[in-house]
């Protein structure tokens, strides 16, 4: 099995930032793309961030130039470093791999990221 723990969520003032990190371990072969979704509530889950193997990458419209996402193919590891926060980006960041196959997708357990003064 394969599983996805992100790491980083905490309360934070407007403004700051966080840095979160998803490792996945298991029975991994080869990981594909990699991404950071996040779902406030009452809303639908949303697409953050995602960064494919070769390193190419895409954002929300919301958060470019605010967020990066990265990698370390070694480690089996993606982060979302989160600057200029803002109370909407209030909500629980998910992580989501594919894994073995370009079509099967894990997600994390989620971390809240909480913008508030």
């Known amino acids: 099995q394969v599983q996805l723990v992100e790491s980083g969520g905490d309360l934070v003032q407007p403004g700051g930032s966080l840095r979160l990190s998803c490792a996945a371990s298991g029975s991994i072969f080869r990981v594909f793309g990699m991404g950071w979704f996040r779902q406030a509530p009452g809303k639908q889950r949303e697409l953050v961030a995602a960064i494919l193997s070769g390193g190419s990458t895409n954002y929300a419209d919301s958060v470019k130039g605010r967020f990066t996402i990265s990698r370390d193919n070694a480690k089996i590891t993606t982060y979302l470093q989160m600057n200029s926060l803002k109370p909407e980006d209030t909500a629980v960041y998910y992580c989501?791999?594919?894994?073995?196959?370009?079509?099967?997708?894990?997600w994390g357990q989620g971390t809240q990221v909480t913008v508030s003064e």
């Open positions: 989501n791999a594919a894994v073995n196959s370009p079509s099967t997708y894990y």
